[in-house]
């Protein structure tokens, strides 16, 4: 069994890992050589995501085929299908890909995201809006393409040939995520809620138990399998949450794939969340995953590697050095996991 991988970030790289556990072989296809998950794959391809010969070679090599990231094109992904089924769905990531679909999507299952409005030249905004946060409609990951907006005045100089939504911000609590993994045949297993912070836009410690009622954690989960079940998601997805002063939850958005906030499924369950996406979509016996350790994990972002690399780790610590070549500020280096 080859299990293809399009995008070759940490994601990828810990997916294959994940895979080598379990024996099942990886490729991986990227646009990028500075790609993690290479140093993990059996075989990979470095190539833009719409080169037609060059995906060939990779579809015919592969039997079943997910992706790490949801920027993948469209196209790429529905290219694929024509020969070798690819989970989860590309219809999934066409939803999710853009902001405006992925809200609408969730509100039509009446579950609740930030109010927002669909951003464009024509748009009348109404002061209710601010302050917001204006995000791209599509292409955007780890704060990329988000600014803060406090009124119509920050909004003159903004290129309005790119689509955009508008969320108005809420008063927020806290956050948390759901990790889900959807078998085949609809069965779902529900992590516990991951409880996340971010700085910058970019997280920052994911740690379990999280602090939030039992109330809030049955009705996110619920609603989770609600959407995946919906998308009849095949694999691991990730939902946010908001939680505002008055403990009401929001969705914030859906990762149609593994998480950052989900790293720390590796020490603390007895089956990851990635080894979950890779028993899900290459059709594997379920496992249903236990736990075993509370934890908590701390990305590590640009130039802050550098303090942790040659240094030994101590007992209960996992660190991850994704090795990329180039650091750059607010890009993910590696992270590091503390079971409890
Ligand atoms: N990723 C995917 N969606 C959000 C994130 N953070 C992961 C994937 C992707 C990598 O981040 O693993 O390949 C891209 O990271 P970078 O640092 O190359 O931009």
Same mark, same amino acid.
């Given at each position: ?15 294959? &890992? ?10 991986? @296809? ?45 196209? !790429? ?36 995201? %930030? ?24 292409? #955007? ?41 959807? @078998?085949?045949? #609809? ?13 910058? &836009?970019?997280?920052? !410690? ?29 694999? %691991?997805?990730?939902?946010? @949450? ?99």
């Amino acid at each position: 069994m080859i299990l293809g991988i399009l995008g070759g970030g940490q994601l990828g790289m810990l997916l294959a &890992q994940a895979a080598n556990k379990i024996g099942i072989e990886t490729f991986v @296809y990227t646009d990028s050589d500075d790609s993690p998950a290479i140093n993990y794959s059996q075989k990979s391809l470095i190539q833009s995501y719409d080169d037609l010969e060059t995906l060939g070679r990779f579809i015919k090599e592969c039997d079943v085929i997910t992706f790490e990231f949801e920027n993948i094109p469209f196209d !790429t992904l529905n290219y694929i299908l024509k020969d070798k089924p690819v989970f989860p769905s590309p219809h999934i990531n066409q939803i999710i890909q853009d902001r405006l679909l992925e809200k609408k999507f969730i509100n039509n299952l009446s579950i609740k995201t %930030t109010d927002f409005i669909d951003l464009n030249k024509d748009t009348k905004i109404s002061e209710e809006i601010f302050p917001g946060m204006l995000k791209t409609r599509r292409m #955007g990951y780890d704060g990329k393409g988000q600014s803060v907006v406090n009124s119509k005045d920050d909004l003159v100089n903004i290129d309005m040939n790119i689509p955009y939504i508008l969320e108005k911000k809420i008063n927020l609590l806290k956050e948390f995520s759901i990790i889900i993994t959807r @078998y085949q045949d #609809g069965k779902v297993f529900t992590y516990e809620p991951i409880e996340n912070v971010h700085k910058e &836009q970019i997280l920052h !410690t994911s740690k379990i138990p999280a602090s939030i009622t039992n109330e809030m954690m049955s009705t996110a989960q619920k609603q989770c399998e609600i959407m995946a079940n919906s998308l009849n998601y095949v694999g %691991t997805m990730c939902v946010e @949450y908001f939680v505002d002063h008055n403990e009401v939850i929001y969705v914030n958005e859906i990762a149609p794939r593994v998480h950052n906030s989900g790293h720390l499924t590796i020490e603390s369950y007895d089956c990851s969340q990635f080894e979950s996406h890779i028993r899900a979509v290459c059709d594997l016996p379920k496992k249903e995953p236990q736990k075993i350790k509370n934890a908590k994990m701390l990305n590590i972002i640009g130039e802050d590697i550098k303090k942790y690399r040659n240094k030994s780790t101590k007992e209960n610590y996992f660190f991850y050095d994704y090795e990329k070549k180039s650091v750059k500020s607010g890009r993910k280096m590696g992270h590091l996991t503390n079971i409890t």
